[in-house]
């Protein structure tokens, strides 16, 4: 008999690799697997297999018993986060990406996250903020410099030379 690990793990590969015909039977082995050993991993990744076939609310509510079991596993904020700016809960989402950023502020997708929200919610000059902190871990990566260079641009920002 495989343990909670074992399919958390299993269902992390199948989310990973997007393979929506075996969401179905991930959601029925986690959901049996988590009555009996509760894991924040566990419910994070049934959150992202009901939400990846269109069952939002089964997907917040085990993105909150993630969160619930484990305050500091990111990643259910930040899908939380996804969650919440797809239900046009903007305010929701920025401060679950800021919670997400506080756990772990080296990672630079949870930056990139915040900032899109920021730019479309037309607050463009923290936007531009936590793009350039994205910048500073990942500095290579050109969408984050294009996006800097894009909002630099609408606001009037002459670019830094580098040289």
């Not at 199948?14 to 929506?20: A, G, K, P, T, V």
């Not at 039977?25 to 990846?52: F, R």
């Not at 997907?59 to 046009?88: D, H, Q, T, V």
């Amino acid at each position: 008999m495989r343990t909670i690990s074992e399919y958390y793990i299993e269902s992390y590969r199948i989310l990973f690799f997007d393979e929506m015909s075996d969401y179905e039977k991930v959601i029925a082995e986690l959901t049996e697997k988590l009555k009996g050993e509760q894991n924040s991993h566990g419910y994070n990744n049934l959150g992202v297999a009901h939400y990846e076939i269109g069952e939002l609310d089964k997907a917040l509510e085990n993105f909150n018993l993630a969160i619930e079991l484990n305050s500091e596993n990111g990643i259910a904020y930040i899908n939380r986060a996804f969650l919440n700016e797809k239900w046009n809960k903007i305010a929701d989402a920025e401060m679950d990406y800021g919670k997400a950023i506080e756990l772990n502020p080296t990672n630079a997708t949870y930056w990139r996250s915040r900032a899109y929200l920021l730019k479309e919610k037309g607050a463009l000059a923290k936007a531009l903020s936590d793009f350039k902190r994205a910048k500073k871990i990942e500095p290579n990566f050109q969408q984050t410099i294009n996006e800097i260079t894009e909002l630099e641009q609408s606001l009037g920002i002459a670019p830094k030379n580098s040289g």
